[in-house]
């Protein structure tokens, strides 16, 4: 089957925090890519919710971004480790707080 994305994608696990108004749900990443980020989480919002994300990085830095939910999957416990739960997140705003993450994690080069 034919690679559908549009931009390259990384397999990256980086913790994140991420709400509505305020960043108290924590979760993880599975990839990220220079438009956006899947979130591994079972407290998927639904497509188009604006959400507020803060990746906390080993030198101490929060990095703060808003994204918005492209698409979100739900699977039953049962399935989890079958089926991955999560949102698929486009940044929104400003981009270029989230292009220097990228870079520091080693996603991107200049």
């Known amino acids: 089957?034919?690679?559908?994305?549009?931009?390259?994608?990384?397999?990256?696990?980086?913790?994140?925090?991420?709400?509505?108004?305020?960043?108290?749900?924590?979760?993880f990443t599975s990839n990220l890519s220079s438009k956006g980020f899947y979130v591994r989480t079972n407290r998927a919002?639904?497509?188009d919710?604006?959400?507020?994300?803060?990746?906390h990085l080993s030198d101490g830095t929060v990095v703060e971004?808003?994204?918005?939910v492209v698409h979100a999957s739900r699977a039953p416990?049962?399935?989890?480790r079958?089926?991955?739960?999560?949102?698929?997140?486009?940044?929104v705003?400003?981009?270029d707080e989230y292009l220097k993450l990228l870079k520091y994690l080693n996603i991107v080069q200049e």
């Open 65 to 68: 971004i808003n994204g918005r």
């Open 1 to 27: 089957m034919p690679e559908k994305r549009k931009n390259k994608r990384k397999i990256s696990r980086t913790q994140i925090k991420f709400g509505n108004k305020s960043c108290d749900k924590t979760a």
């Open 77 to 80: 416990s049962q399935i989890a």
């Open 93 to 95: 705003g400003e981009k």
């Open 49 to 55: 919710t604006i959400l507020q994300f803060a990746f």
């Open 45 to 47: 919002h639904p497509p």
């Open 82 to 91: 079958i089926r991955r739960s999560g949102m698929g997140i486009e940044i």
